[in-house]
């Protein structure tokens, strides 16, 4: 049996020292998902209503990554961070 693996961010605000802790594959599915949104901008760039569409899916998903690297007590963007992994806990 493979154990599977849990990869997140360990970050700490340079501002406050505020620890939080975000999900690499979280990030990672964001980021696919913002590149997605420009491709499908391109391939409907005609359709006004659907390039609107794609528009709101982009900003969420831009301010959704903008939330997640950004201190939740100061909401500073000055920080360090460390990838931590550790066995998936069934």
């Known amino acids: 049996m493979q154990t599977e693996k849990i990869c997140e961010y360990r970050r700490k605000?340079?501002?406050?020292g505020k620890v939080w802790h975000s999900l690499?594959?979280?990030?990672?599915?964001?980021?696919?998902n913002l590149g997605y949104s420009k491709c499908?901008?391109?391939?409907?760039?005609?359709?006004?209503?659907?390039?609107?569409?794609l528009n709101r899916n982009e900003l969420l998903e831009q301010s959704e990554l903008d939330r997640l690297k950004s201190c939740p007590?100061?909401?500073s963007k000055d920080y360090?961070?460390?990838?931590v992994c550790f066995e998936k806990k069934e």
Do not use: P
């Open 80 to 83: 360090t961070e460390k990838e």
């Open 13 to 16: 605000c340079n501002q406050c």
């Open 40 to 53: 499908q901008n391109c391939v409907h760039c005609c359709d006004t209503k659907e390039t609107v569409q």
């Open 73 to 75: 007590e100061c909401h």
């Open 24 to 32: 690499v594959e979280r990030e990672q599915e964001i980021g696919s």
